[in-house]
Every structure is written in C-alpha cells, then in structure tokens.
C-alpha cells in the first residue's frame, strides 16, 4: 500500500488544534512565589479587571493570585481561575488566603473553602486593612466589597463576633444571623450574648434582637427584646462595660459575672455608670455612679448601690436571703473666692462590702465615715461663719455617732478707739480690743443595748425618741447647746515705757433646752436624777492679768541679757 501524503496532514491539524485549545483552557505562568509561601510547586499571575495602567506594564486595580499545589486559568467562555493548596489572591481591597479557592474574573466574585472541613489551618481569611474575617465558606465580590460569610468569626474593637451567616451589603453595614458577641478569647467563651439577628454599623456600633445572656454555656433566665452595643468607647462615647468572670464564690453564690452594664456619656459635663453583678444562684448586685463636673467650680459623684444576697437553692439547711444598701455622695464646690462647700457622705449597711466588694481593704472596713462643711469668710475680714455634721458608724458595735450640725460665728479682733493715726503717747483706752464668736453644738449618740441582735436602726431611732429609749435604755436623746463668749483686754494699764502690761475677761453664756436636777431620797440613801425639759441659761467669767518688762546689762567678759516676764 503506497502511502498518501494528504494522511499526514489530518493529524497534524489535531496536534496544532490542542496545543492551542490547550494554551486558552489551561494558560498557567510560572512565576517565583511570595514570600512566606511555600517554594513547592507555587504558581502566581495576575490579571487585570480593568483598563487602568499603573504605568509599569501592571493594571493598577489587578488581582495576584497563587497557590501552592496547582493553579488553573480558564479563559474560554469567560475568565475564571481555580486555586488548590494555600491559596491567595491579592488585590487593592484585601487578601483572601484560603484551602481552595474559585475566582470569576469577569463578574469579580471569589469562592473560598478549606481544604476539607477538618482542616483548620486552610480556613478562609479574608483581610481587609485592619480588620480580618475568618470564616467556613466566603462568597465575595471585591469590586463592590459586597460577601457572604459561613460560620464566620470577625474581629471587632474590645470584643468578638461569630454569626452562623454574616453578610455586608455595603462598607459600613453587616448583617449577622445567629449571632454571638463577647469580649472573652474566641477559644474560651466564658460569657458571651447570643442574638437572633445583629447589625454592625461603621464597625463601632451593634445592634441586637432577641438576645439572651450565657455564662459558661448557661443561659441567664431573661431575653433582651433588643439592644446596643458600641465597639469602640473613649471618654465621649457610651457603651458595654466589658465584664469579667468570677469564680471564686461558687460555694456561696454559683458562677457569675462582675461589672456587666453600660456606660452612658450624657455630655461634657455628667456622665453615668450602670453596673450589676449576677450569679447564677440568683444573688445580684446593682450599681449605679454618676459623675459631674463644671470646670474649677464644683465637681463630684453620687453612687447607689441594693444587693440581694442569697443561698445556692432554697432547701439547702443555710439558706438565706439578705438585703444591703449604700449611697454615697461626694461634691467640692467653690462658690465664691470667700465661700466653699465640701461634702464626702458614705452610709450603708453592715455587711455591704462584705457581700460585694472584691477589694480586700474594703471588706476589712468596720466604720463609714461621713462629712459635711461650708465655710464663708467676709471679703473685708470683719467676720468668719462654718457651719458642719459628721457622723461616724461602727459596724462592729453597731452604733451611731452624729456630731452635727453645729456652727461657729466669730468675729474679728476690734479696737474701738484706737485713732486712724499711730503715736507713741497713746492712751490706755486706745490699747482696749474686743472679739465675739459663738458656737453652736448638736449630738446623736446611738448605742443600742443589743449590739448584735438590734431591731431598731439608727434612722428610726433618730426619727423617734420613744424608739431610741427602747433601743438604748436611756433619755439622752439629741444632745445641743449654745456657747457664746466675749473678749475683752486693756493692751496697756500702767503708763510706762519699761513695763509691758495687760489685762483681759472673757465672759460665756451657755444655752440649753434641757437641763439636770439631781436630788438626795432619804428613804433610799440613793442620789436621784431628773431630767427638766425647758430653756436653761448657765455663766460663767475669767480674768487675766500680765506683767513683763526686758532687763538688758553688760559685764567685763560677756554680754549678758536678761528678760524677766
């Protein structure tokens, strides 16, 4: 058989044909990888998505892509790429790394899975600036910025996000179904809130529905219809207090979290605080400061505190429930260069830091002291007014001391007939002073007989004598008096320039609503004391006189000066 020349050429034809189907199906570039990728078997490209020159030969908006195990490039019926084995595209808004990845140039959409659901090192991270999502599956569009997320985690400020499906429809928007936020670790979730659906906007602000409060996987018996949460928070701006986990308490009070609440800025001036503590066996505690502020002029806080202190379960031998209360206020006003007001009032009940303060100095307290003044000086000196009340209370004894209010008037020292001009033949009567100050005093002094097992308290006896004369076994009610003296002193009594001379009296007057008679009963040998009940006044003077002179003399081996008084 002769062999026909016109054969050869079909199965050239063929060979050309595939050879140049195959470049346009399975185009791949060789190229040296990025650093950190593994030199094995690493391809990369890069294909623009637009007409745009950087001006080096490289489209300005292209995407770089490279895997480590095997890179295919479509380019028939559209321009798709297929990445296997630690894969990366790069591109002007982020870095995708992921197991495996399907890219669709023309539509500019990206696919990326693991390399099984196993492996966890080839989850998909998508990187965006600072923020970084890490999910199962990632369907993204890196032209309009526009994904979906499968069983994603995204990191926010002070905190954690992991939704079952996440989705952004634009830049500053993300919807979250299924949703967790926490500030813990993502691998130990020890509280965490769980909603329904949740929206971040601008990545600093969160808003929830149907959320439920967990600790360690325990649900909290409440649903929050719905809420906020801001994810960034600097001195102008409200938001979550980041709570903590306490665990020491678990014999008496379960597992819980400390500080848990909201931070609320009002506006340069005020500013409030709500905080809680809860446990799973029911005891709770709520806190709430609120601070203000008005430049040099006054500044301070007034914080509010309840527990509710109980056992683990209601059959348990020691179970109980206790209340504790606190208020404190704390204000530093400056009213005017001559008058100033300070107040630093602490009251609570026995054993409220013992229930709830976590600071040790606290709990070892066993008296709260509070305070209250004003103060006012006359601009020309003439005269000085104070006004105060402090009280002291002991938790150990169980007693009340209020000293207070009380104030104190006084004037300043006057000379009455000392002329404008200065001489030095003055007269006695010019050398006469005066000075007037008075001073008023009130007392409370509450000591029960049963320190421990008292059942009136200090505001009820304070608001009943009859109660405080039960509680105390005595009369001494409120305690008070008026105390005023008067000064008067002869700067000069002998005319003479060798001799310094004076003479003072000091007369007070004392009033009292009440006073105290006591008697002598024959029949019981026994001193007996009464107490009268009406305005008494009591008197009383003292005198003084000085005399001193400065003697001065010499001697032929020293000096000597003598000063006798």
Not at 153 to 167: C, E, H, P, R, T
Not at 228 to 250: E, N, W
Not at 345 to 354: G, I, P, Q, S, Y
């Amino acid at each position: 058989m002769r062999f026909q020349p016109k054969y050869l050429l079909i199965p050239v034809l063929i060979a050309i044909g595939t050879i140049l189907w195959s470049y346009e199906v399975f185009g791949q570039v060789m190229a040296p990888p990025d650093q950190g990728m593994s030199n094995v078997g690493s391809m990369e490209t890069g294909i623009g998505t637009d007409g745009a020159n950087s001006g080096s030969g490289t489209p300005a908006n292209a995407v770089r892509f490279q895997a480590n195990d095997s890179l295919i490039v479509r380019l028939l019926n559209g321009r798709k790429a297929f990445l296997f084995g630690t894969a990366k595209i790069t591109h002007s808004t982020g870095t995708l790394l992921a197991g495996k990845i399907n890219m669709n140039l023309d539509s500019t959409t990206v696919e990326a899975r693991g390399s099984s659901l196993q492996d966890s090192l080839t989850m998909p991270v998508l990187t965006m600036g600072e923020d970084e999502i890490k999910s199962n599956r990632i369907l993204f569009n890196y032209k309009t910025e526009k994904g979906k997320f499968e069983d994603a985690q995204v990191n926010v400020s002070d905190g954690l996000l992991i939704g079952a499906k996440i989705k952004n429809v634009n830049k500053s928007e993300v919807f979250i179904q299924d949703g967790i936020y926490s500030t813990c670790p993502p691998d130990y979730l020890y509280y965490y809130l769980e909603a329904k659906q949740m929206k971040v906007v601008d990545e600093e602000e969160i808003f929830f529905t149907n959320a439920r409060l967990y600790v360690l996987d325990i649900p909290y018996p409440f649903v929050l219809p719905f809420g906020y949460v801001p994810a960034q928070m600097d001195k102008k701006r409200s938001g979550l207090l980041t709570p903590t986990y306490v665990f020491d308490a678990q014999a008496s009070k379960g597992i819980g979290l400390h500080n848990l609440g909201w931070f609320q800025y009002i506006n340069d001036y005020v500013t409030t605080t709500l905080s809680a503590d809860v446990f799973t066996s029911g005891t709770y505690y709520a806190n709430n400061s609120t601070q203000y502020r008005l430049a040099d002029r006054f500044s301070g806080a007034i914080t509010l505190g309840y527990s509710r202190d109980q056992g683990l379960e209601p059959t348990d031998p020691d179970f109980s429930t206790q209340i504790n209360k606190s208020i404190g206020i704390r204000h530093q006003q400056t009213i005017s260069p001559y008058a100033s007001i300070s107040a630093n009032v602490n009251l609570r009940t026995a054993d409220f830091f013992n229930q709830n303060s976590f600071n040790i100095e606290d709990r070892a307290q066993t008296s709260s002291t509070s305070r209250i003044a004003y103060n006012y000086r006359d601009p020309e000196g003439l005269f000085s007014f104070s006004t105060n009340a402090s009280m002291v209370q002991n938790f150990f004894t169980n007693s009340t001391s209020l000293d207070g209010p009380g104030f104190t008037f006084s004037t300043k020292t006057l000379s009455p007939f000392k002329p404008s001009g200065s001489g030095s033949n003055a007269k006695w009567y010019e050398s006469i002073t005066l000075r007037y100050n008075n001073n008023f005093d009130s007392n409370f002094d509450y000591r029960p007989i049963d320190a421990d097992t008292a059942s009136i308290g200090f505001i009820d006896a304070f608001l009943s004598p009859s109660q405080y004369r039960e509680a105390t076994g005595t009369n001494d009610y409120i305690q008070l008096g008026l105390k005023q003296s008067a000064n008067l002193t002869v700067g000069k009594i002998i005319d003479s320039p060798y001799i310094n001379s004076s003479v003072g009296v000091q007369l007070n007057e004392y009033w009292y609503p009440s006073s105290i008679n006591k008697r002598f009963d024959p029949e019981t040998n026994q001193v007996i004391t009464d107490k009268v009940n009406g305005f008494v006044a009591g008197r009383d003077f003292s005198s003084s006189l000085s005399l001193s002179t400065t003697l001065y003399g010499t001697s032929t081996k020293k000096k000597v000066r003598l000063v006798l008084p």
